[in-house]
C-alpha cells in the first residue's frame, strides 16, 4: 500500500510518496514499516531504524527525513498513525482477509469451550480444555494442548494517551503456537498489535496464569513456570528455563539456553546460556556474592 492511499481517510498531506507492507512503533523490528515521528526524542529511533519505509510526522519534523522516506505530515502524527491503524483494520484487507475457521478432525474441543467462528486454524490431534477460548486470526499447530481456562488470542494491553484522552488500539495481528505446545490453566497469550503474530514456537510448555504479551516470540523448548509475564515486543530463545512469578520487561531478548530464576525481575537484554537472579536481575553468581557481601556487613539486620 502507497502513502497516497490514506491521504482522504486519515487527513494526511502526502509530501513524498512511497510503499509500506507494516505498521509500527519506531523500535519494532518490521520491513517496510510506517510510523510516526512528533518530537526530536523520536527521531534518532526513526533514523536507527532500516525497516521504516514510510513516517507521518510534523511539518517542522519533515525536513529532518531524507529522500529515502515517505514522508505524510499532519498536526497530530500519533492520532493520524491510530486513524491509519483504524482505517487499515476495519476497512481494508490490509492485515488480512478473513476466512471460516478450521478445525482438524482429529482434534478435540470441549462443548464448553470457546473457538471463534473465523479466522482460527486447529491443527491435527490438538486439544481444547474446558472453557477454554481461541478467539480470532489464532493457528494452533499439531499435538498441543490447550488447558482448562486459558484464553489464545487476546488483545493486549495497548492503550494511548492521544490528543487528552485514553484511547485504546485494538491489536489486528494474531498469535501462532506451534506443535507440541501446551498452554496451561488460566494463561493468556496476547495477539499481535500491528498485524504479525504472537509466536510460541515447538515443544514449548507455558504454565498455568502466565501472560504472553502482543508481538513476543516465545523459541522452541522452552519452559515458562506459572505466574510469569512476558512483556510486549521481547524475544525468548530456544531452550529457555523462565521460573515462576518472573517478569521479562517490553523489548527484552534472552538467549538461547538462559535460566532465570524464581521471581527474578529482568530489565535487560540476558546472553544466550546465561543465568540471571534477582530484581533487577544480574548474573546469578554475581547476586550470590552481592547476597554474601550483604549478609556478613555488620550493618545487615535480618
Given at each position: ?16 510518496d ?9 523500535r ?15 527521531l534518532r ?8 519505509s ?6 517542522e ?5 531524507t529522500?529515502g ?11 493520524a ?5 483504524d ?21 478435540t ?7 471463534a467462528l ?5 491443527r491435527?490431534?490438538?486439544i ?37 484522552r ?10 501462532k ?5 501446551e498452554?496451561q ?8 498489535p ?11 510448555k ?7 504479551a ?10 515458562i513456570?506459572?505466574g ?29 539456553g ?25 548474573e ?12 556478613s ?6
Amino acid at each position: 500500500m502507497y502513502l497516497k492511499d490514506l491521504a482522504a481517510s486519515s487527513g494526511i498531506d502526502v509530501i513524498r510518496d512511497a510503499e509500506f507492507e507494516s505498521l509500527g512503533k519506531a523500535r519494532d523490528r518490521k520491513t517496510k514499516m510506517l510510523t510516526f515521528l512528533e518530537s526530536d526524542e523520536h527521531l534518532r529511533a526513526v533514523l536507527r531504524n532500516k525497516g521504516i519505509s514510510c513516517v507521518v510526522t510534523t511539518p517542522e519534523l519533515a525536513s529532518m527525513l531524507t529522500v529515502g522516506y515517505g514522508v505524510a505530515v499532519c498536526p497530530e502524527p500519533r492520532l493520524a498513525f491510530y486513524q491509519i491503524h483504524d482505517h487499515l483494520r476495519l476497512a481494508t484487507d490490509f492485515y488480512g482477509r478473513s476466512f471460516a475457521s478450521n478445525i482438524h478432525p482429529s482434534a478435540t474441543v470441549h462443548p464448553t469451550a470457546h473457538v471463534a467462528l473465523t479466522d482460527v486454524r486447529i491443527r491435527r490431534g490438538s486439544i481444547i480444555e474446558a472453557h477454554a477460548v481461541v478467539l480470532g486470526r489464532t493457528v494452533i499447530g499439531e499435538e498441543s494442548i490447550i488447558r482448562a481456562g486459558a484464553v489464545i488470542g487476546s488483545d493486549g494491553f495497548e492503550f494511548r494517551r492521544v490528543a487528552g484522552r485514553i484511547r485504546p488500539v485494538p491489536d489486528s495481528g494474531g498469535v501462532k503456537l506451534g506443535d507440541r505446545v501446551e498452554i496451561q490453566h488460566n494463561s493468556v497469550i496476547q495477539k499481535a498489535p500491528y498485524g504479525g503474530s504472537t509466536t510460541v514456537e515447538n515443544d514449548t510448555k507455558i504454565g498455568a496464569l502466565v501472560t504472553v504479551a502482543h508481538n513476543c516470540r516465545v523459541g522452541r523448548r522452552c519452559l515458562i513456570a506459572e505466574g510469569s509475564t512476558i512483556g510486549g515486543n521481547s524475544v525468548i530463545g530456544d531452550d529457555v528455563t523462565v521460573g515462576s512469578h518472573c517478569l521479562i520487561s517490553t523489548r527484552v531478548r534472552v538467549g538461547d539456553g538462559a535460566r532465570i530464576t524464581v521471581g527474578a525481575v529482568v530489565v535487560r537484554d540476558v546472553k544466550p546460556g546465561q543465568t540471571v537472579t534477582g530484581n533487577f536481575a544480574i548474573e546469578h553468581q554475581r547476586f550470590l556474592r552481592f547476597s554474601a557481601h550483604l549478609l556478613s556487613s555488620k550493618d545487615f539486620e535480618p
